[in-house]
């Protein structure tokens, strides 16, 4: 951890508390607050399977640890699902493979994942991602193994997405240009997200832990597919700019700036702020139906595995929002805030909607009337507003009227229980950091004093009154003065 991130967490202990109790600390097997709903065990694993979750853990370190808590019935397979879209990912990436190889390779990638021994070495030696698609002969092996029905639903959204990316690849104006339109911008984030919500209800559906109505609702799982990409896209800006990709239709920018490299100008960061905002907006159109989708899981691990992901894309909108530092480098939470979030994100619906909730009037605290969107942001957090009062209303008029007179209801009590816990959890883990602190500095004070540092000089320096750095000359003269000679 760097100086500047101790000195961060000394004064957001509430985060240094999330990360406590999310993250396995080093010093035993168990995490200290958070438990796991289902825990994998290695030891029954095959090594080509230990292997799998090994890429897991390198291509996506954060998605891997909510992967691995999932329900025994969908951990491989959504593992492996994960693998085999990043593995074709990897190879649209890959701008060193030519055209006509990469082509086909996209198109047929659904038929090679479960073709015994298959790999593929021809990805750039920098490509991030290489190793997982040199080694991929143990996805397959493993992907062989899991149910007939689940290698069916994960070869569907293969082929769909490979066949999309194969599209794009062979559109010279995309390729040019970037996205055009916001239909486009749609389409595009359909097959690189939308489709993985589709693959994923289909798993859950199938393994009997969600509800089967949404299937019947298919804008509900685009929905989840479209808001994370959305907001990844919003994010990374400057990251896509420099690696000369544009997914930021020119229906919405162009509203704003001739060009798109205008966006960048320090002369025009208000004007990118507004189109920021756009973007925004349109990514928050998604939020209520997200939060539908949610209540279709039956299952905690699987309700995690959703949840997570959502909550932490409505924090990010709340923090690239009005943000002139997107259009200067690649924006994140803290690692803090992003504990913090995952804690409150595994409990329950009503919880997630309370973080959908607090980042909605985040945004809407942040907007200001100078923005040309300003008017449609504030119904769009109305609107994530309303539908969570729609299901869980703040005040129950039963409750209400059988509350005798004067007497606080069962909310403000729970409040003020969460708030004293909260409190007495900062203290200890201030009394915690400082007292950390005060071993550290005792033990190095007498690991500098056993090597033979000079306490008694540097007290009776301070006791003059001298407390910068003295000149050249000067240091000679104090050392001869309690220089006493060989012994």
Aim: proline share 4%; glycine share 4%; net charge negative.
């Amino acid at each position: 951890m760097l100086a500047s991130d101790v000195l961060y967490y000394m004064v957001h202990f509430d985060e240094l508390r999330a990360i406590v109790q999310w993250q396995e600390p080093s010093f035993c097997d168990k995490k200290v607050w958070h438990e796991a709903v289902h825990e994998r065990n290695e030891e029954k694993e095959a090594i080509s399977l230990r292997l799998c979750f090994g890429f897991l853990d390198k291509t996506s370190r954060s998605f891997s640890a909510v992967i691995q808590e999932l329900h025994p019935e969908l951990l491989v397979p959504i593992a492996l699902f994960y693998l085999i879209l990043r593995g074709l990912d990897t190879i649209e990436d890959d701008m060193t493979i030519p055209l006509e190889d990469k082509e086909p390779l996209l198109r047929d990638f659904h038929t090679v994942i479960d073709k015994e021994g298959w790999n593929f070495d021809g990805n750039g030696p920098s490509e991030k991602d290489r190793d997982l698609l040199v080694e991929f002969q143990n996805v397959v092996e493993e992907f062989r193994k899991v149910k007939p029905a689940y290698q069916t639903i994960i070869k569907d959204i293969t082929r769909d997405m490979g066949n999309g990316m194969a599209d794009y690849a062979n559109n010279a104006e995309h390729n040019t240009n970037g996205v055009n339109t916001i239909k486009d911008y749609d389409l595009y984030c359909h097959y690189v997200a939308g489709l993985v919500g589709e693959g994923l209800t289909r798993l859950f559906v199938e393994s009997g832990l969600a509800n089967p109505a949404l299937l019947e609702r298919p804008h509900l799982q685009e929905s989840m597919g479209l808001f994370l990409q959305k907001t990844n896209i919003i994010r990374d800006i400057k990251e896509d700019f420099d690696d000369k990709r544009r997914f930021w239709p020119k229906e919405i920018w162009s509203k704003y700036v001739d060009n798109f490299e205008d966006l960048f100008k320090p002369e025009n960061i208000d004007t990118a702020q507004n189109c920021c905002s756009e973007m925004v907006l349109n990514a928050l159109y998604h939020a209520d139906e997200c939060l539908f989708y949610l209540a279709g899981i039956k299952e905690q691990s699987v309700f995690n595995f959703a949840a997570i992901p959502q909550t932490m894309a409505i924090a990010t909108l709340a923090l690239v929002f009005r943000n002139p530092l997107v259009f200067k480098q690649n924006v994140k939470i803290t690692k803090g805030q992003a504990c913090r979030i995952m804690v409150e994100s595994t409990q329950n619906l009503r919880m997630v909607c309370d973080v959908f909730r607090k980042f909605a009037r985040k945004i809407h605290k942040k907007n200001t009337p100078r923005d040309p969107n300003f008017l449609q942001i504030s119904i769009a957090c109305g609107k994530i507003e309303q539908f969570i009062e729609s299901i869980f209303p703040s005040q129950d008029p039963k409750a209400i009227v059988r509350q005798p007179a004067g007497q606080p209801d069962a909310a403000t009590e729970k409040d003020k229980t969460a708030a004293e816990e909260a409190k007495w959890d900062t203290i200890y883990m201030m009394a915690l950091v400082m007292g950390t602190l005060f071993v550290l500095s005792c033990i190095m004070i007498g690991a500098a004093y056993l090597l033979g540092a000079r306490f008694d000089v540097a007290i009776n320096e301070l006791r003059k009154g001298k407390l910068s750095r003295p000149d050249p000359l000067e240091v000679e003269g104090i050392i001869h003065k309690y220089d006493h000679g060989e012994l």
